[in-house]
């Protein structure tokens, strides 16, 4: 079972930057959809950032447009989130995701449904 990776986690104050990156070994990444989930205690799995098999394609939740950027290493199948301006919302374990079914970005972040998930990172924002 392929699951991608993971890393770039932290703890961070609150209008501070982090990185978050996923390397999906043994898969191909160029032409899937791929995306970043966040989950916090008694809530369910949403959607922060999904991009769709076309770069066009692309969605981001209200709270964190223009904020985060999510994008794609193609050659070394690596998916990153870039988190700025970060605030204590954030907190939470952030989950990438990768599927190949063609589906709008945001339904894709919407449908909390994807054939890779990694195993999930922390992120946490306070003072």
């Known amino acids: 079972q392929l699951q991608p990776v993971e890393s770039g986690g932290h703890s961070v104050q609150p209008g501070g930057s982090l990185r978050l990156s996923c390397k999906a070994s043994?898969?191909?990444?160029?032409?899937?959809?791929i995306a970043w989930f966040r989950q916090v205690p008694g809530k369910e799995r949403e959607g922060v950032a999904c991009l769709g098999r076309i770069e066009s394609n692309i969605y981001y939740r209200d709270s964190v447009k223009g904020r985060f950027i999510i994008s794609r290493d193609k050659t070394n199948s690596t998916l990153t989130l870039q988190m700025n301006s970060v605030i204590p919302e954030g907190t939470g374990v952030y989950y990438c995701?990768?599927?190949?079914?063609?589906?709008?970005?945001?339904?894709?972040?919407?449908?909390?449904?994807?054939?890779?998930w990694g195993q999930g990172i922390q992120v946490t924002v306070e003072s």
């Open positions: 043994g898969l191909a990444i160029d032409y899937v959809g």
């Open positions: 995701a990768i599927d190949g079914a063609e589906l709008p970005a945001h339904a894709f972040c919407r449908g909390r449904s994807a054939r890779y």
